[in-house]
């Protein structure tokens, strides 16, 4: 006569059955995270699960003019003209054209690009800075401690006395202008690696997809345990004894 | 049944060791201004500007195994030592690191600003101290083996390649790329 499995196993098996499906997902996207090198470099296109996420690109702006180009911040991104500047950088504080460079400020740096927006250098600022400008051919940067000027190569600082200097101004951007920046930052606003993570983790659905994934966990480890346990226990040989 | 019992405490316990290691010490360990001026005894000469033309940026390719990100390289050079502070990406974050080479041998390689969460072990003399004296064979490689660290693969790699674009660098600036390199 065919014996009924003990309760260990019949709890196993209705785990196994119970969370299969969740577990496979978990698996595969688990692996997708681990060795998808590309997924934090490309980004999500979809406009419906950018509104998933609320993501929308910013109205604000604080743009400078530099001789005829325009540097922007919108949101978190820096836009030289229409290039999207891959560089982390801070709060915008001003822009210059000079030496055929760009010269762009934040708060801690100064960030030199060629108008193609190709990285030249970044050169730490003497002190924080409130703005930036040229004098008598020269880049100058007003910083918390004072004047300083930069060296014709724009490598080291001096301070400087006060001089009259031209200021980075604040400009406006044309909507046609800002409409284009808003469509390009939201072409990097979302990593795909990100979309992966909270699929992974139940966090694209709210709560209840934390609330799924988190049964489906615990029945990973309640797998375990009975699975060692079943793995453990001494086998009873047929037909022996009453 | 105790049997059972204490192995399956035994697989929690390693579980939970494996959870509640500490989470890495990222940050700032010494600014490049002041390690530029600590090399040179707190008189530094005034920076220069390498710029990388199609041919320096081949030969930096070549060892980083990626295009140079800037277009030009800042350096202090004085007495035949030249100093480098050069970024390179770990695993996602850039790793600062100041590199000083003497007579085509590294003096002195050190982690400046670490910003990622794992890999931190980089910094310690137990690692860093590996590339003093080395110096790039004639196949852009380092002259001298350099033991790797469980669980910072990614950060070693990454200052196994700074210290051979720095050594480039040196060899560049001072007109001896690698064949005039001292040997032991």
Same mark, same amino acid.
């Given at each position: 006569?065919?014996?009924?499995?003990?309760?260990?196993?019949?709890?196993?098996?209705?785990?196994?059955?119970?969370?299969?499906?969740?577990?496979?997902?978990?698996?595969?996207?688990?692996?997708?995270?681990?060795?998808? *090198?590309?997924?934090?470099?490309?980004?999500?296109?979809?406009?419906?699960?950018?509104?998933?996420?609320?993501?929308?690109? *910013?109205?604000?702006?604080?743009?400078?003019?530099?001789?005829?180009?325009?540097?922007?911040?919108?949101?978190?991104?820096?836009?030289?003209?229409?290039?999207?500047?891959?560089?982390?950088?801070?709060?915008?504080?001003?822009?210059?054209?000079?030496?055929?460079?760009?010269?762009?400020?934040?708060?801690?740096?100064?960030?030199?690009?060629?108008?193609?927006?190709?990285?030249?250098?970044?050169?730490?600022?003497?002190?924080?800075?409130?703005?930036?400008?040229?004098?008598?051919?020269?880049?100058?940067?007003?910083?918390?401690?004072?004047?300083?000027?930069?060296?014709?190569?724009?490598?080291?600082?001096? =301070?400087?006395?006060?001089?009259?200097?031209?200021?980075?101004?604040?400009?406006?951007?044309? *909507?046609?202008?800002?409409?284009?920046?808003?469509?390009?930052?939201?072409?990097?606003?979302? *990593?795909?690696?990100?979309?992966?993570?909270?699929?992974?983790?139940?966090?694209?659905?709210?709560?209840?997809?934390?609330?799924?994934?988190?049964?489906?966990?615990?029945?990973?480890?309640?797998?375990?345990?009975?699975?060692?346990?079943?793995?453990? =226990?001494?086998?009873?040989?047929?037909?022996?004894?009453? | 049944?105790?049997?059972?019992?204490?192995?399956?405490?035994?697989?929690?316990?390693?579980?939970?060791?494996?959870?509640?290691?500490? %989470?890495?010490?990222?940050?700032?360990?010494?600014?490049? %201004?002041?390690?530029?001026?600590?090399?040179?005894?707190?008189?530094?000469?005034?920076?220069?500007?390498?710029?990388?033309?199609?041919?320096?940026?081949?030969?930096?390719?070549?060892?980083?195994?990626?295009?140079? !990100?800037?277009?030009?390289?800042?350096?202090?050079?004085?007495?035949?030592?030249?100093?480098?502070?050069?970024?390179?990406?770990? !695993?996602?974050?850039?790793?600062?690191?100041?590199?000083?080479?003497?007579?085509?041998?590294?003096?002195?390689?050190?982690?400046?600003?670490?910003?990622?969460?794992?890999?931190?072990?980089?910094?310690?003399?137990?690692?860093?101290?590996?590339? !003093?004296?080395?110096?790039?064979?004639?196949?852009?490689?380092?002259?001298?083996?350099?033991?790797?660290?469980?669980?910072?693969?990614?950060?070693?790699?990454?200052?196994?390649?700074?210290? !051979?674009?720095?050594?480039?660098?040196?060899?560049?600036?001072?007109?001896?790329?690698?064949?005039?390199?001292?040997?032991?």
């Amino acid at each position: 006569m065919k014996r009924r499995p003990s309760g260990y196993r019949r709890l196993h098996r209705l785990l196994g059955v119970s969370a299969a499906a969740i577990l496979i997902l978990l698996v595969f996207s688990g692996l997708a995270l681990q060795h998808l *090198p590309g997924a934090s470099r490309a980004y999500v296109q979809a406009p419906w699960l950018l509104d998933w996420y609320g993501i929308e690109a *910013p109205a604000d702006y604080r743009a400078f003019a530099a001789d005829r180009h325009r540097v922007t911040r919108l949101g978190e991104r820096t836009f030289l003209d229409e290039q999207a500047l891959s560089e982390a950088m801070g709060p915008l504080q001003g822009a210059a054209f000079l030496h055929g460079q760009v010269a762009i400020a934040d708060t801690t740096s100064i960030w030199l690009f060629t108008p193609e927006a190709a990285l030249i250098d970044r050169i730490d600022a003497p002190a924080p800075v409130d703005r930036v400008g040229t004098a008598a051919g020269g880049l100058v940067v007003q910083t918390t401690e004072g004047l300083f000027a930069a060296d014709d190569a724009i490598i080291e600082w001096t =301070r400087a006395p006060a001089a009259e200097a031209e200021w980075s101004r604040a400009a406006d951007l044309p *909507p046609a202008r800002l409409s284009t920046l808003q469509a390009r930052y939201l072409t990097t606003a979302l *990593p795909w690696e990100r979309v992966l993570a909270d699929f992974h983790s139940g966090r694209l659905f709210g709560w209840i997809g934390r609330l799924v994934v988190d049964l489906a966990t615990v029945a990973l480890l309640a797998l375990a345990v009975t699975g060692l346990i079943l793995a453990t =226990r001494p086998r009873r040989r047929q037909g022996s004894g009453p | 049944m105790q049997m059972r019992i204490r192995l399956i405490y035994m697989c929690m316990w390693a579980a939970g060791l494996g959870l509640a290691l500490p %989470a890495a010490a990222a940050g700032t360990y010494q600014t490049p %201004a002041q390690f530029v001026a600590e090399t040179f005894g707190g008189d530094a000469p005034p920076a220069q500007a390498l710029w990388l033309d199609d041919d320096v940026r081949g030969r930096l390719e070549a060892v980083l195994g990626h295009a140079p !990100k800037m277009l030009r390289l800042r350096y202090w050079a004085a007495d035949g030592r030249t100093v480098w502070i050069l970024d390179e990406v770990g !695993k996602e974050q850039p790793i600062t690191t100041g590199v000083v080479v003497n007579e085509g041998r590294i003096e002195e390689l050190r982690v400046l600003v670490f910003r990622e969460s794992r890999g931190w072990q980089i910094r310690y003399p137990f690692f860093t101290d590996q590339f !003093k004296r080395v110096r790039l064979t004639e196949e852009r490689e380092l002259s001298a083996d350099i033991d790797g660290i469980t669980g910072a693969t990614l950060s070693v790699r990454a200052m196994s390649r700074v210290a !051979k674009a720095a050594l480039t660098l040196h060899g560049i600036v001072t007109g001896n790329d690698i064949k005039l390199a001292r040997q032991p």
